[in-house]
T-cell receptor, first 109, second 114 residues
Framework: DAKTTQPPSMDCAEGRAANLPCNHS???????VYWYRQIHSQGPQYIIH???NNETNEMASLIITEDRKSSTLILPHATLRDTAVYYCIVRDNNNDMRFGAGTRLTVKP | DGGITQSPKYLFRKEGQNVTLSCEQN?????MYWYRQDPGQGLRLIYYSQIVNDFQKGDIAEGYSVSREKKESFPLTVTSAQKNPTAFYLC?????????????FGDGTRLSIL
């Protein structure tokens, strides 16, 4: 069973920041938060991951709350090509990544 | 370019037939994985391999078999015992099998029953 809760869908205007929330209230201390996205009929694409600290890379930023019970993926300037299903996953060394249904993000012109 | 190659992209199976899906990686990764995705759902783990000549069952291994004779290859066989094989199959790899190393995915094989 997925350990995360995400809204089923979100819209974002092109050029604006997309903020995708994820709840993981049962996360334990050694579990990482991962984000992937999947465009229809393609394999999931790795975006970013973190344990406790906020992380940033060329694709996105990951903000993890201090209690680690929730996180937000931020796409700073969304484009039409960012339209995809975004998966938030928690993972430790004893299990694999359990994908839920994700959030379908639609970027609109 | 380094990456994960899955073939074929589309595959059709007759009733009672075994089929093998190919997954090759040139990333020099130790760990490899097979997932199944049904329409509108997330991925479910079928098998994984932490290192060559070793593999373990995932959550839905029944009706599937794998081998890991070479580091770069992790083929999946869908046997006739798998009663509902129509799905999108995804292969992934990671440097090693630990939580802080991301898995990277191929572009999948879509299997359908004739």
């Amino acid at each position: 069973d997925a350990k995360t809760t995400q809204p089923p869908s979100m819209d974002c205007a092109e050029g604006r920041a997309a903020n995708l929330p994820c709840n993981h209230s049962t996360i334990s201390g050694n579990e990482y938060v991962y984000w992937y996205r999947q465009i229809h009929s393609q394999g999931p694409q790795y975006i970013i991951h973190g344990l406790k600290n906020n992380e940033t890379n060329e694709m996105a930023s990951l903000i993890i709350t201090e209690d680690r019970k929730s996180s937000t993926l931020i796409l700073p300037h969304a484009t039409l090509r960012d339209t995809a299903v975004y998966y938030c996953i928690v993972r430790d060394n004893n299990n694999d990544m359990r994908f839920g249904a994700g959030t379908r993000l639609t970027v609109k012109p | 370019d380094g990456g994960i190659t899955q073939s074929p992209k589309y595959l059709f199976r007759k009733e009672g037939q075994n089929v093998t899906l190919s997954c090759e990686q040139n990333l020099n990764h130790d760990a490899m994985y097979w997932y199944r995705q049904d329409p509108g759902q997330g991925l479910r783990l079928i098998y994984y391999s932490q290192i060559v000549n070793d593999f373990q069952k995932g959550d839905i291994a029944e009706g599937y078999s794998v081998s890991r004779e070479k580091k770069e290859s992790f083929p999946l066989t869908v046997t006739s015992a798998q009663k509902n094989p129509t799905a999108f199959y995804l292969c992934a790899s990671s440097i090693i099998w630990v939580a802080n190393q991301p898995q990277h995915f191929g572009d999948g094989t879509r299997l359908s029953i004739l």
